[in-house]
C-alpha cells in the first residue's frame, strides 16, 4: 500500500539505504554525500536518486539540511519511506514553497534496484 | 483532517500571511502524518535558529518580514554563535554575518533568547501532561520521557510554524496510544554500573539503535538514573535511533510499572541488553587512541548540577589541553552565584554558551583525539569535526586533561 506524504513525480536510480539516514550530521549539502562515519553507506550522493530508507533518524535539524540539499541541488529526487516521517516532510515542503522544488515523499516498499517513478499513483519500475 | 474556524482563518490569511505559511505547514506535516486534528499547545522549542545554509535563514526571514508573531511562550535552541563569547568563533565571517541573521529574525518573532539544548534545564519548563512542540532530537525526548509533557519530533521549520500558530497535529506522541511501550529491555549489568555516568550514555545509545522509532520500556534501573544521567541517555538514544520517548520502570513518570508503560497490553518485542553488548558499543564508539588534543564536555548544556560536580573534581588544577565546557546562558549566570565559573575557568577551560563545540568552529585546532563524556557528541563530531573521540566519564576526561593523555576506565 501506498501513502502519499508529498505529491509530485519523480524518477531516478534507486538508493536504498542499509541504515537510517539523518540528513543533519550525516549529509553534506554542498558537497552532496553521506559524511556519516558510522553509516554503511558513508560517501554516497544522494542527488537525483530515488532515497529509500525505513525511516528518518536523529537529529531534528534534518529538515533544514534537506532543504538546503534541496535548493543547492544535491537532494533526492524522491524519498520512499516505509514509516512516514514529519521531519522529512517538512523540509521538503518548505523547499517546494521557498524555491520551487519538487521531491514526493511516499510510503511504500520498493523491492528492487535500478530506475523508478514515483508519483501521486505510487511507485512503478520505469525501464 | 477536521480544522477548527481559527484554524481556517489563519490558512485564509486573516492572521497575516507568515501565521497562514505557518499553518499551512502545520496542515500538511499533519495530514502526512495521519493526524485527523490540531490540538492546542502552551509552549514551543525552536531548533530552527541554527544555521544550516541559506534555506534556514530564506524561511525565518520570510516569516519574520511577513508579521510572523509568536502566540505561545517559545524557547530558542542552540546558534551558530556564541553572542556571550565572540572571539571565540573561528569560522567564516559571512556564515557568522548569516547565522547572526537567523538569531535575529526569530528574536524578532518573539521568542525567548534562551539560545540552550537542554531548554528543561530552564527555570520554565513544560509540566506533567502539558501539550508542547519541541524542536531538538534531546530535548524532545527529555520533554516525553522525563517530564512526562507531550511532543511529537519537531523539525526545523514545522518548529515555528507550530509556535505562530499555537496547533500541533494530534497525533503520535501527543495521543495516549501514542505513548505506549511497544518494546520492553530487559538490561542485565552489574549493580555497580548503575553508578557510572558512562553506562547510561552506551545504553542509551544501544537503546536507539535497537528499537529506532518505537517507544521501549527498559527494565533494569533504579532512582540512580537521575536527571543528568536521563538527559545523556536520551541525547544518545536520539542521536543513533529516532527515539523521541523512552520509559523506565520504576523511574520515570509514565511507568510506575512495565504494564502501566504498556498500558496493559503485551509488548511486541522483548530484547536483552546485557554488559557484553554495551562493551561492544563503547568500543564502536570510542577510538583508541592514546594522544589527547582535547576535551570537550556538556552536550546536551551542562547542568547547574553537573557544572558543580566539574568544578569540584578540577579544583586547585590545571589542564594541558584545550579543555571545553558547553552550557546554558541561565545555567551559566546560576553557576556563577555558585562559584563554580570561577573555579573552572581557573583550570584553564574555555566556557562555551549559546552553541556547541560539535555544531560550530569554535575548537583551536590540537592534534590527537578529543575525549567527551556525551555519546551524542561522540556520535556526530566524526562527521562534523573530522575527529577521533574518546568516549568516557566526566571524571576521566579532566584526569586525562591534568596528565595530558588518554586515561580511560571505560566499563569494568
Redesign the interface.
Known sequence: MTAVLVGGEAEGEVLALDAPLSFWGGYDPEEGRIIDVHHPQNGESLAGRILVMTHGRGSSSSSAVLAEALRLGTGPAAIVLEEADQILVTGVLVARMLYGVSCPVVVAEISASGRWRVSDRGIEPSD | MRLEEADRARLAGEGGAAAA?AME?VV??GR???AGSLLDIAGAHV??C?Y?????L??AE?LASTGGEVVVPTSLNVSSLDLLHPDLYRGDPLIAGRAKGLMDAYVAMGCSPTWTCAPYQLSARPSFGEQVAW???NA?VFANSVLGART????????ISCALTGRA?ATGLHTDEGRRATIRIDVVVPDSWLDDDLFYVVLGHKLGHEV??EVAVVVGLDERADEDRLKALGAAA?????VGLFHIAGVTPEAPTVDAACQGSSPRRVIEIDAEDLRHVLA?LSSPSTTLGAVSVGTPHASRSELGVLARLVAGRATRVPFYVNTGREVLAQADVDGHVAVIEEFGATIVTDTCTYITPVMRPSPGAVMTNSGKWA??A???LGVEVVLATLTDCVESAVTGRVVVGGLA
Open positions: 505559511i505547514l500538511a506535516a502526512a502524518m495521519g531548533d530552527g541554527l544550516h545554509g541559506l534555506a534556514s530564506d524561511f520570510k524542536g531538538e532530537s524532545i511529537n519530533r519537531y523539525g526545523d521549520f514545522l518548529d497535529p529506532g522509532t536520539a542521536s543513533s535511533g529516532a564502536d556520535h556526530y566524526p562527521g562534523n
